[in-house]
Nanobody
Framework: QVQLVESGGGLVQPGGSLRLSCAAS????????MAWYRQAPGKQRELVAH???????NYADSVKGRFTISRDNAKNTVYLQMNGLKSEDTAVYYC????????WGQGTQVTVSS
């Protein structure tokens, strides 16, 4: 059973930064593309960014230039560096494989508020 454990969320003021981490218990982690998703209250879960096994990246227009996805295959971990946070970034953030999903982890709450 693959497990995903997200961490690093919190309360931050607008303009602030956070770095999210996601540890995945999956063999051969390095061969899989990974992604970060988020779900705001009352909204559907959306794709925020993904990174291929070759470390190519792609971002939603809403976060382009502010967020950076990266991975450390030695640690089976994917990261999301979030800078210039806005109130509309408030959501529960999840990681998962891309595009084929495994059961979701618990997510990590990010709240952007003054």
């Amino acid at each position: 059973q693959v497990q995903l454990v997200e961490s690093g969320g919190g309360l931050v003021q607008p303009g602030g930064s956070l770095r999210l981490s996601c540890a995945a218990s999956r063999r051969q982690f390095s061969i899989y593309a990974m992604a970060w998703y988020r779900q705001a209250p009352g909204k559907q879960r959306e794709l925020v960014a993904h990174i291929t096994n070759g470390a190519s990246t792609n971002y939603a227009d809403s976060v382009k230039g502010r967020f950076t996805i990266s991975r450390d295959n030695a640690k089976n971990t994917v990261y999301l560096q979030m800078n210039g946070l806005k109130s509309e970034d408030t959501a529960v953030y999840y990681c998962n494989f891309f595009p084929s999903l495994v059961p979701w982890g618990q997510g990590t709450q990010v709240t952007v508020s003054s």
